[in-house]
């Protein structure tokens, strides 16, 4: 996809457009005519996915994912040590980006580990993780 169209696809995610809306300053319309130069601040999203196996990078001003490889367990594997090298070209006391994971919600994956488990103990075991999860959010 160019970036465009995945700039589009985003515009039209509902919550994701809310949350980042909330974060923006309530200017009505802000328009830089300059274009970026090598040394200028660029803001911008990149998305680390797992897909198939294999995990890719999306960064908006790329002309396409990046397949960063296979992954067996966790394919956050993969993406650590790419993060941390990115992180590391950063001085500590420097803020230049946000991390931020979009993950599943824990209850529904609880309520499905409870669907499969057998054993009293391991229904007990994710009952209790259900009763934590559910008091989180009380």
């Known amino acids: 996809f160019d970036p465009a169209?995945?700039?589009m696809s985003l515009t039209n995610a509902d919550r994701l457009r809310e949350v980042h809306?909330?974060?923006a300053r309530q200017n009505m319309f802000e328009f830089d005519s300059k274009a970026a130069e090598k040394d200028d601040d660029v803001y911008h999203f990149v998305?680390?996915?797992p897909f198939k196996g294999r995990v890719y990078e999306l960064d908006g001003l790329k002309p396409g994912p990046i397949?960063?490889?296979p992954y067996t367990d966790d394919w956050i594997n993969v993406v650590r040590p790419l993060l941390q090298t990115r992180i590391a070209k950063h001085a500590a006391t420097e803020i230049t980006f946000n991390?931020?994971?979009v993950v599943g919600d824990k209850l529904v994956e609880f309520e499905r580990e409870l669907e499969r488990v057998?054993?009293?103990e391991a229904r007990q075991e994710v009952k209790e993780k259900i009763r934590i999860e559910e008091e989180k959010r009380a």
Request: charged fraction near 15%; avoid cysteine; hydrophobic fraction near 50%.
């Open 67 to 69: 397949d960063l490889g």
């Open 21 to 23: 809306n909330s974060f």
């Open 47 to 49: 998305a680390f996915v």
């Open 118 to 120: 057998s054993g009293e």
């Open 99 to 101: 991390l931020m994971a």
């Open 5 to 7: 169209l995945k700039g």
